[in-house]
Protein backbone atom coordinates (compact mmCIF):
# COMPACT_ATOMS: atom_id res chain seq x y z
CA UNK A 1 0.00 0.00 0.00
CA UNK A 2 1.32 3.55 -0.73
CA UNK A 3 -0.27 7.06 -0.13
CA UNK A 4 0.57 9.26 -3.05
CA UNK A 5 0.18 13.03 -2.11
CA UNK A 6 -1.25 15.39 -4.74
CA UNK A 7 0.00 18.32 -2.43
CA UNK A 8 3.87 19.16 -2.35
CA UNK A 9 5.23 17.64 0.68
CA UNK A 10 9.07 17.38 0.68
CA UNK A 11 10.12 14.63 3.28
CA UNK A 12 9.63 14.89 7.29
CA UNK A 13 9.75 18.25 8.85
CA UNK A 14 12.32 18.94 12.63
CA UNK A 15 12.66 21.62 14.19
CA UNK A 16 15.64 23.37 15.00
CA UNK A 17 16.22 25.92 18.15
CA UNK A 18 17.63 28.47 17.95
CA UNK A 19 18.12 31.32 19.63
CA UNK A 20 17.77 34.37 17.62
CA UNK A 21 14.48 36.42 17.17
CA UNK A 22 13.37 39.41 15.65
CA UNK A 23 12.26 41.93 17.03
CA UNK A 24 8.92 42.08 18.49
CA UNK A 25 5.86 43.28 15.76
CA UNK A 26 8.30 42.74 12.78
CA UNK A 27 6.74 39.05 11.43
CA UNK A 28 4.82 38.72 8.54
CA UNK A 29 2.26 35.93 8.92
CA UNK A 30 1.22 33.16 6.04
CA UNK A 31 -1.86 31.43 6.74
CA UNK A 32 -2.84 29.45 4.01
CA UNK A 33 -5.79 27.23 4.35
CA UNK A 34 -6.12 23.94 2.48
CA UNK A 35 -7.99 21.16 1.12
CA UNK A 36 -5.67 18.47 -0.47
CA UNK A 37 -6.32 14.99 -1.92
CA UNK A 38 -4.32 11.93 -1.25
CA UNK A 39 -4.89 8.52 -2.90
CA UNK A 40 -4.50 5.16 -1.16
CA UNK A 41 -4.41 2.24 -2.96
CA UNK A 42 -4.92 -1.02 -1.17
CA UNK A 43 -5.19 -4.81 -3.25
CA UNK A 44 -9.08 -4.61 -4.44
CA UNK A 45 -9.67 -0.77 -3.77
CA UNK A 46 -8.55 2.53 -4.36
CA UNK A 47 -9.59 5.50 -1.90
CA UNK A 48 -9.50 9.36 -2.74
CA UNK A 49 -10.17 11.88 0.10
CA UNK A 50 -9.82 15.56 0.16
CA UNK A 51 -7.86 16.66 3.41
CA UNK A 52 -9.01 19.98 5.46
CA UNK A 53 -5.59 21.58 7.12
CA UNK A 54 -4.61 25.05 8.29
CA UNK A 55 -0.85 26.20 7.59
CA UNK A 56 0.21 29.35 9.53
CA UNK A 57 4.20 30.60 8.59
CA UNK A 58 5.74 33.53 10.31
CA UNK A 59 8.63 34.88 8.37
CA UNK A 60 11.06 37.70 9.99
CA UNK A 61 12.57 40.76 8.22
CA UNK A 62 15.96 38.68 7.86
CA UNK A 63 16.28 35.28 7.01
CA UNK A 64 18.60 34.04 9.76
CA UNK A 65 16.10 35.05 12.26
CA UNK A 66 13.87 32.24 13.66
CA UNK A 67 11.13 31.19 11.15
CA UNK A 68 7.88 29.62 13.14
CA UNK A 69 5.60 27.19 10.98
CA UNK A 70 2.18 25.21 12.26
CA UNK A 71 0.44 23.02 10.43
CA UNK A 72 -2.71 21.23 11.50
CA UNK A 73 -5.53 18.91 10.31
CA UNK A 74 -8.88 19.29 11.06
CA UNK A 75 -10.28 16.35 10.51
CA UNK A 76 -12.52 17.07 7.56
CA UNK A 77 -12.75 15.07 4.71
CA UNK A 78 -14.80 15.46 1.58
CA UNK A 79 -14.35 11.20 -0.20
CA UNK A 80 -14.11 11.25 -3.81
CA UNK A 81 -13.42 7.52 -4.35
CA UNK A 82 -14.61 5.24 -1.42
CA UNK A 83 -16.17 6.60 1.87
CA UNK A 84 -15.39 7.19 5.42
CA UNK A 85 -16.59 3.82 6.92
CA UNK A 86 -14.70 1.53 3.65
CA UNK A 87 -11.64 2.99 4.33
CA UNK A 88 -11.36 2.47 7.92
CA UNK A 89 -12.58 -1.07 7.29
CA UNK A 90 -9.67 -1.90 4.89
CA UNK A 91 -7.29 -0.09 7.43
CA UNK A 92 -6.63 2.97 5.53
CA UNK A 93 -4.59 5.85 7.61
CA UNK A 94 -6.76 8.60 6.56
CA UNK A 95 -4.93 10.71 9.20
CA UNK A 96 -1.81 9.77 8.34
CA UNK A 97 0.61 11.43 4.97
CA UNK A 98 1.05 14.80 6.25
CA UNK A 99 3.25 16.25 8.97
CA UNK A 100 1.83 17.97 11.46
CA UNK A 101 2.79 20.48 14.50
CA UNK A 102 5.11 22.74 15.13
CA UNK A 103 8.78 23.83 13.49
CA UNK A 104 11.03 26.65 14.94
CA UNK A 105 13.98 27.24 12.54
CA UNK A 106 16.54 30.17 11.09
CA UNK A 107 16.73 30.67 7.35
CA UNK A 108 12.99 28.65 7.36
CA UNK A 109 15.38 25.57 7.38
CA UNK A 110 13.11 23.04 8.70
CA UNK A 111 15.15 20.08 8.15
CA UNK A 112 18.03 20.96 9.19
CA UNK A 113 18.38 19.14 12.47
CA UNK A 114 17.45 15.94 10.92
CA UNK A 115 20.51 16.64 8.85
CA UNK A 116 22.51 16.96 12.03
CA UNK A 117 23.80 20.64 11.21
CA UNK A 118 22.87 23.82 12.30
CA UNK A 119 20.21 26.21 9.88
CA UNK A 120 21.89 27.68 7.21
CA UNK A 121 20.80 30.02 3.97
CA UNK A 122 18.53 28.21 1.84
CA UNK A 123 19.59 27.81 -1.78
CA UNK A 124 17.15 30.10 -3.66
CA UNK A 125 15.11 29.72 -6.45
CA UNK A 126 10.79 30.01 -8.09
CA UNK A 127 9.92 27.31 -5.05
CA UNK A 128 11.35 29.08 -2.37
CA UNK A 129 12.33 32.79 -3.23
CA UNK A 130 15.23 34.01 -0.99
CA UNK A 131 15.54 37.79 -0.48
CA UNK A 132 19.35 37.21 -2.77
CA UNK A 133 17.25 35.02 -5.49
CA UNK A 134 14.19 37.59 -5.59
CA UNK A 135 17.39 40.52 -5.69
CA UNK A 136 18.73 38.34 -9.03
CA UNK A 137 15.34 38.42 -10.85
CA UNK A 138 15.08 41.39 -13.62
CA UNK A 139 13.22 44.47 -12.31
CA UNK A 140 11.40 44.71 -15.98
CA UNK A 141 8.61 42.65 -16.91
CA UNK A 142 10.24 41.91 -20.46
CA UNK A 143 12.91 41.11 -18.24
CA UNK A 144 10.79 39.05 -15.78
CA UNK A 145 9.38 36.81 -18.58
CA UNK A 146 11.94 36.18 -20.61
CA UNK A 147 13.88 34.35 -16.83
CA UNK A 148 10.44 32.57 -16.02
CA UNK A 149 10.58 31.26 -19.34
CA UNK A 150 13.58 30.30 -19.60
CA UNK A 151 13.87 29.05 -16.12
CA UNK A 152 10.11 26.55 -16.90
CA UNK A 153 11.82 25.69 -20.49
CA UNK A 154 11.71 21.80 -21.35
CA UNK A 155 9.93 21.19 -18.02
CA UNK A 156 5.93 19.90 -16.71
CA UNK A 157 3.56 19.55 -19.83
CA UNK A 158 3.29 22.94 -21.57
CA UNK A 159 5.81 25.82 -21.36
CA UNK A 160 2.56 27.58 -20.77
CA UNK A 161 1.27 25.80 -17.87
CA UNK A 162 4.48 25.18 -16.18
CA UNK A 163 4.90 29.08 -16.00
CA UNK A 164 1.79 29.67 -14.19
CA UNK A 165 3.39 26.59 -11.60
CA UNK A 166 6.03 28.41 -11.15
CA UNK A 167 4.24 31.88 -10.39
CA UNK A 168 2.57 29.57 -8.07
CA UNK A 169 5.07 28.15 -5.94
CA UNK A 170 6.69 31.58 -5.50
CA UNK A 171 3.34 33.16 -3.79
CA UNK A 172 2.92 29.98 -1.89
CA UNK A 173 6.07 30.28 -0.36
CA UNK A 174 4.76 33.60 1.35
CA UNK A 175 8.03 35.33 0.62
CA UNK A 176 7.13 37.12 -2.27
CA UNK A 177 6.32 41.13 -2.01
CA UNK A 178 3.42 43.11 -3.28
CA UNK A 179 5.81 44.37 -5.56
CA UNK A 180 7.15 41.89 -7.42
CA UNK A 181 3.88 39.56 -6.78
CA UNK A 182 1.84 42.47 -9.15
CA UNK A 183 5.41 41.91 -11.89
CA UNK A 184 4.59 37.78 -11.90
CA UNK A 185 0.66 38.63 -12.33
CA UNK A 186 2.06 41.14 -15.33
CA UNK A 187 4.24 38.29 -17.02
CA UNK A 188 0.88 35.96 -17.29
CA UNK A 189 -1.01 38.41 -18.88
CA UNK A 190 1.37 38.15 -21.67
CA UNK A 191 2.07 33.88 -21.61
CA UNK A 192 -0.22 32.98 -24.51
CA UNK A 193 -1.79 29.48 -22.87
CA UNK A 194 -3.43 31.27 -19.34
CA UNK A 195 -6.58 32.72 -19.32
CA UNK A 196 -8.80 34.55 -16.83
CA UNK A 197 -11.43 33.26 -15.29
CA UNK A 198 -13.50 35.73 -13.28
CA UNK A 199 -15.86 34.70 -9.91
CA UNK A 200 -13.96 31.51 -8.60
CA UNK A 201 -13.89 31.49 -4.91
CA UNK A 202 -10.81 30.50 -2.85
CA UNK A 203 -10.80 28.22 0.29
CA UNK A 204 -12.66 30.92 2.68
CA UNK A 205 -15.60 31.62 -0.30
CA UNK A 206 -13.54 34.98 -1.08
CA UNK A 207 -14.48 35.11 -4.92
CA UNK A 208 -11.42 36.37 -7.17
CA UNK A 209 -10.09 36.53 -10.98
CA UNK A 210 -8.38 32.90 -11.94
CA UNK A 211 -5.20 33.02 -14.08
CA UNK A 212 -6.05 29.49 -15.67
CA UNK A 213 -3.74 26.97 -17.51
CA UNK A 214 -4.56 23.80 -18.74
CA UNK A 215 -2.74 20.21 -18.71
CA UNK A 216 -4.17 17.19 -20.47
CA UNK A 217 -5.93 15.73 -17.30
CA UNK A 218 -6.53 18.96 -15.33
CA UNK A 219 -6.52 22.93 -14.92
CA UNK A 220 -4.58 24.94 -12.62
CA UNK A 221 -5.90 28.59 -10.97
CA UNK A 222 -3.96 31.19 -9.22
CA UNK A 223 -6.61 33.27 -7.62
CA UNK A 224 -6.25 37.11 -7.12
CA UNK A 225 -8.64 39.45 -5.78
CA UNK A 226 -8.57 41.61 -8.86
CA UNK A 227 -9.11 45.18 -7.35
CA UNK A 228 -5.81 44.98 -4.67
CA UNK A 229 -3.85 42.11 -6.94
CA UNK A 230 -3.65 40.29 -3.59
CA UNK A 231 -2.95 36.42 -3.94
CA UNK A 232 -6.07 34.75 -2.57
CA UNK A 233 -4.97 30.81 -2.92
CA UNK A 234 -4.71 28.17 -5.69
CA UNK A 235 -6.70 25.52 -6.85
CA UNK A 236 -6.54 22.37 -8.97
CA UNK A 237 -9.49 20.66 -11.01
CA UNK A 238 -9.83 17.56 -12.92
CA UNK A 239 -11.29 17.52 -15.93
CA UNK A 240 -13.86 15.28 -14.61
CA UNK A 241 -14.81 18.84 -12.46
CA UNK A 242 -13.43 16.89 -9.19
CA UNK A 243 -11.68 19.63 -7.17
CA UNK A 244 -8.27 18.01 -6.13
CA UNK A 245 -6.88 21.04 -4.57
CA UNK A 246 -8.34 24.41 -2.72
CA UNK A 247 -6.60 27.11 -0.73
CA UNK A 248 -7.18 30.03 0.85
CA UNK A 249 -4.10 32.77 1.71
CA UNK A 250 -4.45 35.24 3.90
CA UNK A 251 -1.20 37.47 5.00
CA UNK A 252 -0.66 39.86 7.82
CA UNK A 253 2.23 41.86 8.84
CA UNK A 254 3.64 43.65 11.82
CA UNK A 255 2.77 41.10 13.55
CA UNK A 256 4.76 38.55 16.63
CA UNK A 257 6.22 35.55 16.41
CA UNK A 258 3.47 33.28 16.90
CA UNK A 259 0.85 35.64 16.75
CA UNK A 260 -2.35 35.15 14.79
Given amino acids: MALALTAVLAGT ?23 WSATWQTKDKTF ?15 E ?19 TEEEAKAAGVDVEGGWPTGEWRAAYGDWWAKENGR ?15 FQASLPQDVDGL ?17 EMLVYVNDALRSGQVGPQLTAKLFQVLDRVAGVSKVPGVANA ?28 LGDR ?3 SDGTETTLTGIVTKSGVDIGER
Wanted: no cysteine.
Fill in 13 to 35: LVSAPIATAAPAGDYRLFAEHAW
Fill in 48 to 62: VWVAEQQLDMWIPPK
Fill in 64 to 82: SDDWLWRRKLTGNRKWLVG
Fill in 118 to 132: EPAPQTGSWQWPTQE
Fill in 145 to 161: YARLREDTKDRGETPDL
Fill in 204 to 231: DGRKGTAYTASGQNHRQQIIIDPATGEF
Fill in 236 to 238: IVN
